[in-house]
């Protein structure tokens, strides 16, 4: 791979563990959430179905210009994690992934409360009825029968942070292997004129992308064809 | 045999859009219990609120000595902790699971009693071949089959079985009924019955609750309700006589049968019973002529005396219903009010009651 340099490699393996670890933690917290936004009568419900919408329609820039704030020393969230004695979060690879969070929130949560919503009510009732207590009956009729919503969750919240820039370019910086992502690599290239080398890494994320979207819809027509 | 004293005992009140409900319900702990009504009269959402399955309904709800529902306390126990087994309306299976695996579930979560005869029923329902098929590749009767086995298979201790045939027809829809026949013979729980067809609740209930906008309107032995002059006029179609008897005789040129019963003998059509065997017959009331004296030359097969026991009007201004002892059995006759004036009836007149063969149709 005489195209890519090291620097393009170390970037390539730090956007898919940040990508990696974004989602997996996405669906954990995911998966709640958007279970109570599916079943809730809250009247909490809107608006934070509004706040997990918000990443959609703002500016990444916005977005981390405010974690910024309140993430940095003089931030609120800042100064009570050193009153604790923990590191700041800012420009390091456990800040990207916090920010990164939050920006891909509605890729993973809105498809996830879609599914759980499309499978409704009844086959819980159902499973009630025959003895299935409330995790019982997560575990084993709503996650299952959610599955393809899950899948699209991952899917979206995996390609949806491995594109991300302006909130990497806010909290992250460029900081070699902690926040230098594929995106930033990018970037770097057309400033210094070097567009062969950011054509490369280009079309790595396009096909990434691609592949992913296009797996995503092969297993649900197979899915389909099988019903 | 109804009135055993510890069975289910429900007083909800709830209200759902524009119908308030107020139930007052005590079932007998045996047998088959048909909530009936007419189309919106909230038999459904009754049933839902006896699983627990409504959570705005308040009040008390227990089953034998054991309390599911106590609204005064606080006390609410969620579906899953009150054993029963439920059979929804529209079939409502899981479609990531295979027939067997729908089966199972509950069976495994009640710990595989030794008591349920798994295999028995999958087969007296006729399952066995089903048993690896995907539940989307299912017939309407078929998933309703599985639907009622899965319930049976929970191990509860109440069935509800809402409608589970409405949404079928023609031979599924015998089929089933065949299968919940058999069942019934069996069967060792009590079991609430929802439906509006009168026919199903004839062949199937022992006792009867009748429902309108939300309250309960009647309820007691079977015979003995649908036979009551004084039902609302939007039960008026229902109205008529279950008759519980045994076959005695089989015509096969005529291809009729004769049913015994307290009060006499009715020929009815031959639909493959076996003679000996016990069987229901309803006659509605509006297939029922009266007449003053055994007539010579009619074609209604069946002629039997009677005494005029009650007069009430009916729901149409033209009509009245005619309550009649037939040597022990109640029957009822819907006649215009012409003919009850212009025949000189009068309670404790003599007559004999008219009933059509062809009228048998169950």
């Known amino acids: ?227 | 045999m109804t009135d055993s004293p510890h069975g289910l005992e429900a007083k909800l009140a709830w209200r759902s859009g524009a119908l308030a409900f107020d139930i007052d319900l005590s079932l007998p702990a045996q047998g088959i219990t048909a909530l009936f009504g007419p189309s919106g009269a909230g038999k459904t959402s009754c049933l839902r609120a006896i699983a627990g399955l409504e959570q705005h309904a308040s009040g008390r709800v227990s089953f034998g000595s054991d309390v599911w529902q106590d609204s005064s306390h606080r006390v609410f126990l969620p579906p899953h902790r009150r054993r029963i087994g439920y059979v929804f309306q529209e079939p409502s299976l899981f479609t990531h699971r295979s027939v067997v695996g729908n089966l199972d579930f509950g069976y495994r979560r009640a710990g595989r009693p030794v008591h349920l005869d798994r295999d028995g029923l999958i087969d007296r329902f006729g399952l066995r071949p089903l048993l690896e098929r995907r539940i989307d590749n299912l017939s309407g009767g078929e998933r309703q089959r599985v639907s009622m086995v899965q319930a049976l298979l929970s191990d509860p201790a109440l069935l509800l079985f809402d409608e589970p045939l409405s949404a079928l027809d023609g031979a599924a829809r015998s089929d089933l009924m065949g299968c919940l026949e058999s069942l019934h013979a069996t069967l060792k729980v009590p079991m609430v019955y929802v439906s509006h067809n009168v026919d199903e609740v004839a062949r199937l209930a022992d006792h009867l609750v009748l429902m309108e906008a939300g309250h309960v309107v009647a309820q007691g032995n079977l015979q003995e309700t649908l036979t009551r002059l004084d039902l609302p006029p939007a039960l008026g179609e229902a109205v008529g006589t279950v008759i519980d008897g045994q076959v005695v005789d089989y015509d096969a040129h005529d291809q009729l049968i004769a049913l015994e019963f307290v009060g006499g003998r009715l020929w009815l059509p031959y639909r493959h019973e076996s003679v000996g065997q016990r069987l229901r017959c309803r006659i509605g009331a509006r297939d029922v002529v009266l007449t003053k004296a055994p007539q010579e030359g009619t074609s209604a097969l069946n002629q039997l005396p009677c005494r005029i026991v009650a007069v009430a009007d009916a729901d149409h201004p033209s009509q009245v219903l005619v309550q009649l002892d037939a040597g022990g059995s109640t029957l009822l006759a819907r006649i215009t009010r012409r003919s009850w004036h212009e025949l000189a009836l009068s309670p404790g007149s003599a007559v004999w009651a008219q009933v059509k063969a062809v009228a048998l149709g169950l």
């Open chain 1, 1 to 227: 791979m005489a195209v890519l340099t090291d620097a393009d490699i170390e970037a390539l393996g730090l956007t898919l563990r940040l990508a990696t670890t974004v989602t997996v933690l996405l669906l954990l917290l995911g998966l709640p959430l958007a279970w109570w936004l599916a079943h809730t009568r809250s009247r909490w419900r809107r608006p934070i179905t509004a706040v997990v919408a918000l990443p959609l329609v703002l500016p990444p820039t916005v977005l981390g210009f405010y974690l910024l704030m309140l993430l940095g020393p003089d931030g609120a969230v800042g100064r009570a994690m050193a009153a604790l004695g923990l590191a700041a979060l800012p420009f390091t690879f456990k800040g990207l992934v916090v920010a990164s969070m939050l920006y891909s929130l509605p890729f993973v949560v809105q498809p996830l409360q879609n599914a759980f919503e499309a499978v409704g009510n009844r086959p819980l009732e159902v499973a009630a009825c025959l003895r299935a207590g409330p995790l019982d009956r997560f575990f084993s009729i709503a996650l299952p029968l959610a599955l393809p919503g899950v899948l699209t969750a991952a899917v979206l919240g995996f390609a949806h942070t491995v594109g991300e820039f302006g909130v990497v370019l806010m909290i992250g910086g460029n900081i070699p292997g902690q926040t230098r992502v594929l995106s930033m690599r990018i970037y770097d290239h057309v400033q210094a004129g070097e567009y062969h080398q950011a054509n490369v890494l280009s079309l790595c994320l396009l096909v990434v992308s691609f592949a992913a979207l296009l797996a995503m819809s092969l297993l649900r027509t197979r899915r389909h064809s099988r019903d």
